[in-house]
């Protein structure tokens, strides 16, 4: 053990009292960072994963045509010249061709999986209730790529769906007592613009969106045109992907060369991205006051043992000590502050963690869950203790800076008159 560290824990220990409060501060403010970090990431990324299994990384929809405005220059003769300039990108709704565009869709490496999907608004009738609803017409192979759907089914079996051509599987709260009370096995009638077909309920899935679960009513693709009358065509195609993450550079890259538009996950649900990044950020800010606070107390404890210790200081820079070595002591006891606050915090940051997962909490509205979740990531941890090193730190240089300046001559004189 060096010098200057022996000497900066025996003026550690000559605070022992107030150093205690100030660890005790830092190791609450690590943990609770984590917590909080864990907490609001975790379901940050529950949301991410009902998205991408509901409705999936891209959806590639309606068909871009460039329009474009003539205008006339001047030429040397008499006789001038037309320019044709494109003047803006016309979005045609649907897609005319979906076999064609989920072929050019595949030659894609970062795409793994298309399927193509039919939407039309229809009227839902049982024995017992009404609803309205939005009809999903695809094959159920494919949509079983690009999605979350046998992971998601609450009651009934999927593969009586997958037996019934006029099979349908329902969001929860569309089947619910609320809406239109139905149950698997049950038959309903949905009508369309005139058209009314007799579908039996296979299964009933929940999402958890509850924009999904009380309107989404799933069908096979032939009836679902039969029903709402587009014999052919798609409203769009719904991909995955290898790495959601880069939906948006994807999307933007292929859009132009396949001649659709392209929507990532990220641009459709922005709202609710930024939401869950400003809950994080301004979690991150409140659980680091308790580190600021803390650290506030250190520098007062560190300010008052300069003045308390003077005279020992004044002592130890006439025994041959340099500043940089009254410095370094006083630098050692923040650095010893903060190795025992990080790893107490982490400890205990961990000990939350796994404590608020287990417990029981019901969320419907914007993700299904039964209990907390949580997101365990080392960057968590690394970002508390970044912020721990930061805020001790400088609370801590500059009673050092102030003890280095003490001249031990004026002390001495000081003392002995």
Not at 105 to 115: G, V
Not at 234 to 258: C, F, H, K, N, W
Request: with cysteine.
């Amino acid at each position: 053990m060096s010098t200057n560290l022996a000497i900066a824990l025996r003026f550690l220990l000559f605070k022992k009292r107030a150093m205690l409060m100030t660890l005790s501060g830092i190791v609450f403010g690590v943990a609770f960072f984590v917590l909080t970090q864990a907490q609001t990431s975790g379901f940050e990324e529950l949301f991410i994963k009902t998205i991408l299994g509901s409705d999936g990384a891209l959806r590639v929809a309606d068909r871009r045509q460039p329009t474009f405005a003539s205008t006339e220059i001047a030429a040397s003769g008499d006789a001038g010249a037309t320019l044709q300039i494109e003047n803006y990108v016309k979005h045609i709704e649907g897609v005319d061709y979906p076999d064609t565009l989920r072929e050019r869709l595949r030659a894609f490496p970062e795409i793994t999986a298309t399927a193509e999907v039919l939407r039309g608004n229809a009227r839902l009738e049982s024995a017992r209730a009404s609803a309205d609803a939005q009809v999903f017409g695809m094959r159920l192979r494919d949509f079983r790529a690009v999605s979350n759907i046998e992971g998601q089914i609450i009651a009934g079996d999927l593969a009586d769906f997958e037996r019934d051509p006029q099979g349908l599987i329902l969001g929860s709260e569309l089947a619910g007592p609320k809406r239109a009370a139905v149950k698997p096995g049950d038959v309903v009638v949905l009508n369309c613009a005139g058209t009314a077909q007799r579908f039996t309920v296979s299964c009933v899935f929940e999402t958890g969106v509850g924009d999904i679960d009380k309107v989404r009513a799933i069908a096979h693709l032939g009836a679902a045109r039969s029903l709402l009358k587009k014999p052919f065509g798609a409203t769009y195609i719904q991909a995955s992907m290898r790495d959601p993450a880069l939906a948006e550079p994807v999307a933007e890259r292929v859009g132009p060369i396949v001649g659709h538009h392209i929507a990532p996950w990220q641009r459709r649900e922005r709202v609710w991205l930024t939401v869950f990044t400003a809950l994080r950020l301004s979690s991150a800010v409140t659980v680091s006051s308790i580190i600021i606070v803390s650290a506030l107390g250190m520098f007062n404890t560190l300010a008052m043992l300069v003045i308390e210790k003077t005279r020992e200081i004044a002592i130890l820079r006439s025994f041959g000590f340099t500043r940089g070595d009254v410095t370094r002591i006083f630098l050692w006891l923040g650095f010893t502050v903060i190795v025992l606050g990080s790893l107490l915090g982490c400890a205990a940051g961990a000990l939350l963690t796994w404590g608020a997962e287990n417990v029981p909490l019901r969320i419907r509205g914007v993700f299904s869950t039964e209990h907390f979740v949580v997101n365990w990531s080392a960057s968590h941890y690394l970002a508390a203790v970044a912020t721990a090193v930061v805020v001790v730190s400088v609370a801590s240089y500059f009673p050092a800076r102030r003890a280095a300046r003490i001249e031990p001559g004026e002390i001495i004189r000081g003392a002995s008159s």
